[in-house]
């Protein structure tokens, strides 16, 4: 198949990252054309001024239209856009050069209809985003399952990093309302249209999470939450692995208590966990600072995810409300 790849990406007031984003795009290495299609999702601080200094520079476009959340807007712009290979970014990303030219490699080798690829830390992130992409990447937090191994079974790509032929776009039908979650929910349809999804393991972007402790909380209690939610739309996808939050957390609070009536050996069993976590962490980010703070984002994460997942599960399976009706918050309205 012979690719025009159209990169699409939302942006809700966050004009300084297009910014950072199109002059990694500006540096890419790869030769053939392409074009940038930058959506503007209701922000009152526009990216159009920071868009404009670019079209001379890049093949871009940049679209304005009312709020309707992230997923909406990918599906607008790839319905403005010439390409017949989408590849979906969010604004907080950088790319290192040789991006498209891997991600070029890797269909050319072996062609797929949709694939995804890892986030990492770049060097000028604060500790408080290396600890939080740490914990959001690590096989010791969350397995892999978001780009950082092959062997996670059949890999979920994430919009973050995210690419979609023209075809598999249509036939799935694109992204859903709900938010987050959107991702996995086009994932579990693209399969059931009979497409494969793949890792590029070498097509990586620099994700920098501008988010502090709180928003990172509210973040993973939201994955928590819709988790059931994509469970119940797509059974066949749940699996055991998702209640480990819940139970890692629920084993950490018994342990201390059994501790204080002289029963330690359980929170010794956590202590050698969270050794392991700090260990590996600051190995991977040369900092000690970041392997401690990778032990209190590991524990933000866990409880956010661990409570958000319980209280979903329960209101689900004992309410004969919607999903829509319980959890308002977690679906957008479409304009």
């Not at 910014?19 to 503007?40: G, H, K, T």
């Not at 001379?56 to 607008?76: A, T």
């Not at 290979?85 to 891997?102: A, F, G, H, M, V």
Request: hydrophobic share 40%; aromatic share 16%.
């Amino acid at each position: 198949m012979n690719t025009f790849i159209s990169i699409v990406v939302p942006v809700y007031n966050r004009p300084e990252e297009i910014r950072e984003l199109l002059e990694s795009l500006e540096r890419q290495d790869f030769n053939a054309p392409y074009e940038v299609v930058i959506v503007e999702d209701g922000s009152s601080e526009s990216s159009e001024e920071i868009v404009r200094r670019f079209q001379d520079k890049l093949q871009i476009s940049y679209y304005y239209k009312e709020n309707s959340g992230p997923g909406d807007s990918r599906n607008f712009g790839m319905q403005k856009a010439k390409g017949n290979y989408y590849i979906i970014l969010d604004s907080d990303c950088i790319l290192p050069k040789q991006y498209l030219t891997e991600v070029d490699k890797e269909l050319k080798r072996e062609f797929v209809h949709c694939f995804g690829g890892p986030d990492a830390a770049d060097a000028s992130f604060t500790d408080v985003q290396k600890a939080i992409n740490y914990v959001m990447t690590s096989f010791f937090t969350t397995g892999g399952i978001r780009g950082g191994a092959k062997s996670v079974g059949k890999f979920q790509p994430r919009s973050f990093n995210m690419g979609i032929s023209k075809e598999a776009f249509e036939k799935a039908g694109g992204f859903g309302r709900i938010h987050p979650g959107e991702d996995p929910d086009l994932t579990f349809r693209i399969w059931k249209t009979g497409f494969e999804t793949r890792l590029f393991p070498k097509a990586f972007v620099y994700h920098k999470r501008r988010i502090d402790w709180n928003k990172f909380y509210i973040q993973v209690n939201k994955f928590g939450r819709v988790r059931p939610i994509l469970n119940k739309w797509h059974p066949g996808t749940a699996r055991p692995t998702y209640w480990f939050p819940t139970f890692f957390m629920i084993g950490l609070c018994v342990s201390v208590l059994l501790a204080f009536v002289g029963i330690p050996l359980p929170l010794w069993l956590y202590v050698a966990y969270f050794v392991v976590l700090f260990l590996d962490a600051l190995f991977k980010n040369r900092s000690i600072k970041v392997g401690f703070l990778a032990i209190f984002a590991a524990l933000t994460q866990f409880t956010g995810y661990g409570i958000g997942f319980l209280k979903s599960t329960f209101l689900l399976n004992f309410s004969n409300k919607e999903p829509e009706e319980l959890f308002p918050k977690l679906f957008f309205k479409r304009k």
